[in-house]
């Protein structure tokens, strides 16, 4: 029987999920929350399904024995390969952030729109957008683009920088040639580009799925009777390897109070 009391779980490659964490914990204050970030080995983006599949078992293992009462996939690349792989390995709710971006979108664009993705290579390839496209709404049109380069820059301070300009406009350009008047930003990291994105490409229209996957989330936990709604959810944070840098990030990434950040191993998934 699943408890109010119980936490989430919220998993990423690194601190980029911390967006979608940023979210939930606005959304859901009251909430028991434990994050882990894989920053010993982000990123996932140019690894291969076997790869990222196996990681985000081992992550899963970890949140599970914390007792988590629901599963946020708070990365695009590990939503696009491991749902399926990490619901077979339990019976609460797990949720990713592709179909609530996809739905996001839906929302907004008209039959007949034209909509760019940027992410990593991994999710581009993976083609997770255009599958829950297919399903949600099938009158639009998806151009993908891979934008590896974007994820370091963000991670190093670049998102506001001539450096960031210019591989935003070698990206973007094909995006905006094509017509996209709206650009879903398929990579947990990119909130913190957009402003660069808006000044250069006002014409986009950014959807990120952040605030829908909260949405679901909080849709899922009522209908679960679930929701806790004691005052003062505590914030736990993990990260498989810790540096100075990890410290920065994670104040870059997520503003409000955290109850615990320290180092946390995974066991090995043979
Ligand atoms: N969190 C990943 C994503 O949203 C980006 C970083 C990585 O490549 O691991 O796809």
């Known amino acids: 029987m699943l408890h109010p009391n119980q936490s989430v779980g919220v998993f990423d490659s690194g601190l980029g999920g911390l967006t979608v964490l940023r979210e939930i914990h606005a959304r859901l204050p009251q909430e028991n929350l434990i994050y882990f970030g894989d920053t010993a080995r982000v990123p996932y983006g140019n690894k ?9 078992r081992e992550i899963v293992r970890f949140l599970l024995s914390r007792d988590v009462k629901a599963i946020v996939v708070a990365c695009n690349t590990a939503s696009s390969y491991a749902l399926e792989a990490i619901r077979e390995m339990t019976d609460i709710p797990v949720l990713g952030v592709i179909d609530p971006a996809v739905r996001s979108l839906a929302q907004h664009a008209k039959a007949g729109a034209t909509a760019g993705l940027i992410a990593t290579k991994g999710t581009i390839a993976s083609q997770s957008y255009n599958t829950s496209l297919a399903r949600q709404h099938g009158e639009l049109n998806l151009v993908g683009k891979a934008c590896p380069l974007l ?14 300009d210019l591989i935003l406009r070698d990206y973007l350009a094909p995006l905006a040639e094509q017509g996209a008047e709206y650009l879903i930003l398929g990579c947990t990291h990119y909130p913190l580009i957009a402003r660069a994105i808006n000044r250069l490409y006002p014409q986009f229209k950014l959807i990120d ?54 180092t946390a191993q995974v066991a090995e998934d043979l």
């Open 48 to 56: 291969s399904a076997t790869t990222i599949i196996r990681y985000s």
């Open 151 to 164: 994820v370091p820059l963000i991670e190093e301070g670049y998102a506001e920088s001539a450096a960031a």
């Open 209 to 262: 799925s952040a605030e829908e996957t909260a949405a679901e989330l909080k849709a899922v936990l009522a209908e679960k009777n679930i929701l806790r709604t004691e005052a003062g959810g505590r914030v736990e944070l993990y990260v498989s390897d810790m540096t100075d840098s990890m410290r920065s990030m994670q104040q870059l990434f997520f503003q409000s109070k955290v109850d615990k950040f320290e």
